[in-house]
């Protein structure tokens, strides 16, 4: 059974403070994302990475970063956080050897920007 | 770049009637379409895909259909039942080596 965590559930940070979100997962995939799901806009793509130390800008990178140093570790950075990345963050992961192309998802993280 | 359009946003259904959510994909030289469930306050999970060399696949009583040449794809729920509450993702890839283009979601609300 795959499993993915996040670090938090649920985070209130302050306008311009550096935020990290950390993802781990234990099943040796090599492909992480990183997702924020806003109500009517579904699952946004902010960064993926297909391997250790590899990372590819999603559809909304702005304002974030990513660091792979682990294969099973994938963090999101917020360098200066703004209320308009108030949202729910979730983490995702899927195994490129396989041919079918599922992603198990993490719990989710709801930051809240003040 | 692949877009995918997903419609109803939101489906009110009586319980034991249907549902049917529908998506649309602009890439013609895709190849995979899962479907997930985000239950409230939980995970998106996959429940059911399909490839593009098959037309309709089912699993019990929920049934995917895909219709390469218009570029389409449904989600059916037959015999609907208050545990299917929840929104529903539709997602297009070109393999598994891509990354999935996802729909804006559906919620769907089952009426006692």
């Known amino acids: 059974d795959v499993k993915v965590t996040q670090s938090s559930r649920y985070l209130v940070k302050r306008t311009g403070e550096k935020v990290f979100l950390e993802c781990v997962q234990d099943?040796?995939?090599?492909?992480m994302f990183w997702y924020r799901q806003d109500p009517g806009l579904g699952l946004r793509l902010i960064y993926f990475?297909?391997?250790?130390?590899?990372?590819e800008k999603g559809d909304i990178p702005e304002g974030y970063s990513v660091s792979r140093e682990k294969k099973e570790r994938f963090s999101l950075i917020l360098e200066s956080a703004s209320t308009n990345q108030t949202s729910m963050y979730l983490c995702?992961?899927?195994?490129?050897?396989?041919?079918?192309?599922?992603?198990?998802f993490g719990p989710g993280t709801r930051l809240t920007v003040l | 770049g692949e877009n995918v359009e997903q419609h109803p946003s939101t489906l009110s259904v009586q319980e034991g009637d249907s549902a049917v959510i529908k998506c649309t994909y602009s890439?013609?030289?895709?190849?995979?379409f899962p479907w997930y469930k985000q239950e409230l306050g939980k995970r998106p999970q996959l429940i059911i895909d399909?490839?593009?060399n098959v037309g309709e696949k089912k699993d019990q009583r929920i049934a995917v259909t895909l219709n390469k040449t218009a570029k389409h794809f449904s989600l059916h729920i037959t015999e609907t039942q208050p545990e299917d509450s929840a929104v529903y993702f539709c997602?297009?890839?070109?393999?598994?080596?891509?990354?999935?283009?996802w729909g804006a979601g559906t919620k769907l609300i089952i009426k006692p």
């Open positions: 890439d013609s030289a895709s190849n995979y």
């Open positions: 997602a297009a890839s070109k393999g598994s080596n891509y990354q999935l283009i």
């Open positions: 399909i490839r593009s």
């Open positions: 990475s297909y391997d250790v130390k590899m990372k």
């Open positions: 099943m040796d995939h090599e492909n």
């Open positions: 995702a992961t899927t195994s490129r050897l396989s041919s079918y192309n599922e992603q198990f």
